[in-house]
């Protein structure tokens, strides 16, 4: 997780920086990439002073990270820390990944996202470190769900829902970082309907 | 496909250059990333002169291409252009994915490859030109040997193939690129079970 170096005073300027610098943090990587992008750089598009972010944070790394975190709880708005449970296993799965198709659509992620993906893909510290925080927590909300259905007989018992979500997590990761095939509701629909039934005929 | 500017002749010498050209190619754009990869620098590191390599391509991409289709040829060895049918689906596929995880886990092919996916991930000409040329032409081995399944009876009728693949091959890229989790033969195996017959009881 990031390490904020100090509470953030609540004061209403001391909010608007840290968005500004939310901003420019995600903006800059998106245009120049994480490797050329600086913590000098940021706070020069936040009109803010180096001093200010090193104040609250240790790195760039740490910068984004937050920055990142912010992006998905506003897209998230006031969804709880859970995926829905109305009993319908393939309903609630197919909800979930197309709100993520709609977000991994969106432009205002598009750019930020794929230069943070990228930088993980070659530097295993920056990945490791974006995928704890930010993928994993994710991911465990699927298993959570998972485990509910296999305690309601829903999915077989000898399933591990750790390796059972990736059938339909990472073919629409895949397909959004590769390009290898485009992204829609009736994709990850059908993605939830051949992970839950199988290929092989029942 | 690579556009390969001129027949290349036979000689033993242009043999040597070309497998040169390769080998720097693939060891510079894992050290210095596809952005920071230059036909200079190819040219310098094999101890040929710049003209060598644009008498047989285009581009920077066309040599790293070439070079790793070289590279998975080499790998591949005297495999056949198909995915083996035996009659038993799910061995067939589960042979086929451990060879796969022994490639990536090989250290020939890590950097190199890490260095191109990267810049497929914010390179949309680089990301589509690899995958055309690199990865769809191996998924499409999976589509052939799904569809004789399907006409054999052992895939559902209404499996779209192109799609079906992706229950086991993107997990495991998605491992490999985002480092999410361990790859390993028990874990592709697993992959294919579950895809074949559902998390759902049957």
Known sequence: MATRKSTPDTSRRSERSRRAIYDAALALVAEVGYPKTTVEG???RAGVGKQTIY??????????????????????????????????????????????????LDPRFEAPSRALAAEGVVNEEVGRQFVAALLEPQLQLYVDRLRAARSAGQVRPEVDPRIALELFVSP??????????????????TLVDYALYGLAPR
Chains 1, 2 share one sequence.
């Open 55 to 104: 104040r609250w944070w240790s790195s760039k790394a740490d910068v984004l990270l937050e920055a990142f975190l912010d992006l998905t709880d506003q897209a998230a708005g006031q969804e709880p820390p859970a995926l829905p449970d109305t009993g319908d296993l393939a309903a609630d799965l197919k909800a979930v990944l197309r709100a993520t198709v709609d977000e991994l």
């Open 172 to 189: 629409l990761a895949q397909r959004w970082l590769q390009r290898t095939g485009p992204i829609s509701h009736a994709y990850t629909d």
């Open 42 to 44: 940021i706070a020069a």
